[in-house]
């Protein structure tokens, strides 16, 4: 008897990136520079408050869009960081935003819509945009310093697109869209019915002025979506709290996915996650952009062509001059020099490679002279194929 599973769900791969550490477990890598988890524990007044409410046995279902003290800190919040008005109908506590990504997109897409992605982009998006049976259509920023034109929009763009996910600042590239890139998007779809997911979960991690990202034009307010995380602001990603910002009408649809999927967060860590917007986390963004400096310079030495990133915790270099696919390299790194990073294709740009230094500076020093090591090794293998 042959069991049938959803059609869908069988064309839907597990992450690359988990493959590629798993790959580099296996093979004994010393120096992981692969995931995209903070090294920071969660500041003590989180844990503490979250241990409290244990304490006082908040442990009952709470209600479905998350408990509304919480829901009207992040309208004060988000008020005070990004100008923004919301109310709390317009807010859903999910399961770290992952969850409002999966949700956001599970209540807009029908069979054979079209998502826009511009590329190198996080691999989850792609997935799930599968799992509907919507096409997903990338645009290559890779040759743009990661930004988007209007041509690369008017390419992109027809009758059947449904929604264009920005992330911004950008797992892999660390880059920041400019003024002019949330410009583009905003002409492109202004007058046509295209939903916007801001994947915005690195938006309190950058190197420069902090201001809102396509989020501003509050004008299309009913089609914008922000997906917001706690997990790498305030480096709890095991935590999996998380946020959706949109309109009270895009809630309302959402929140029926989020009922039957979980029907609602923990209670008790609901009350953690109140204390963190009271938290200075200059710290942590302090000690990332000394160690993006570091790696940069490093990188800039070795010959690699790279754009210095602006915000995250993560630099991708392009190993194009190197003659080697992005899965080769990092497979040899790891066995013949057991440094682990994350291969480019993983996030649709097999010329580059992923490295996230969210990990101690003696770990990134280690790890930079070996790559440099690796890649001199490289080019001295290229020059004996080229005069041979
Ligand atoms: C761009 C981006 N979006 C979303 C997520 C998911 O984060 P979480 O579900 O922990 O909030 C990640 C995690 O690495 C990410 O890099």
């Known amino acids: 008897m042959q069991l049938k599973y959803n059609e869908q769900i069988l064309k839907v791969t597990e992450s690359e990136i988990r493959k590629f550490n798993d790959y580099a477990k296996e093979n004994n890598a010393e120096y ?48 005070k960081f990004n100008k923004l008005n919301y109310n709390p109908n317009e807010v859903l506590i ?7 990504i999966t949700s956001a997109l599970f209540t807009i897409l029908n069979p054979n819509d079209e998502v826009i992605i511009p590329i190198p982009a996080y691999p989850m998006y792609a997935e799930i945009v599968k799992y509907q049976k919507a096409n997903v259509i990338n645009i290559d920023t890779s040759n743009n310093n990661f930004q988007i034109t209007k041509e690369m929009l008017d390419n992109a763009i027809n009758e059947k697109t449904k929604c264009i996910i920005l992330t ?53 307010k009913d089609r914008i979506i922000v997906c917001q995380s706690y997990s790498k602001s305030y480096a709890m990603p095991g935590w999996r709290c998380g946020y959706m910002l949109a309109s009270e009408e895009f809630v309302f649809h959402a929140k029926k996915i989020h009922q039957y999927m ?9 009350d953690g996650m109140e204390v963190a917007f009271d938290i200075d986390n200059q710290y942590m963004i302090d000690s990332y952009k000394m160690r993006r400096d570091y790696i940069y310079d490093r990188l800039v030495k070795m010959g690699l062509d790279v754009v210095l990133p602006d915000g995250a915790f993560y630099i ?32 649709s740009n097999d010329n580059f490679i992923r490295i996230s230094y969210c990990v101690s500076m003696d770990i990134i020093k280690i790890a930079c002279d070996r790559i440099e090591e690796f890649v001199n090794k490289l080019r001295n293998e290229n020059n004996k194929q080229f005069l041979s």
């Open 316 to 347: 991708f270099p392009s190993i194009k001059k190197l003659n080697i696919s992005s899965l080769e390299f990092c497979k040899r790194l790891v066995r013949d020099y057991k440094v682990a990073i994350i291969p480019g294709y993983c996030f």
């Open 32 to 79: 992981y520079l692969t995931l995209g988890e903070p090294d920071f524990y969660t500041p003590d007044q989180i844990v503490n408050k979250t241990i409290e409410a244990l304490n006082n046995h908040k442990t009952k279902y709470g209600p479905t869009p998350g408990n509304l003290s919480l829901r009207k800190k992040i309208c004060e919040f988000e008020k």
């Open 262 to 270: 979980i029907v609602a967060l923990n209670t008790f860590i609901q």
């Open 168 to 220: 911004s600042p950008n797992n892999p590239t660390g880059s920041i869209l400019s003024d002019e890139s949330l410009e583009n998007v905003y002409n492109a779809v202004k007058d046509k019915p295209i939903f916007i997911i801001c994947d915005d979960v690195y938006n309190q991690i950058v190197y420069k002025d902090k201001k809102p990202g396509f989020v501003k034009y509050q004008d299309l």
């Open 94 to 100: 999910t399961q770290g935003s992952t969850e409002a």
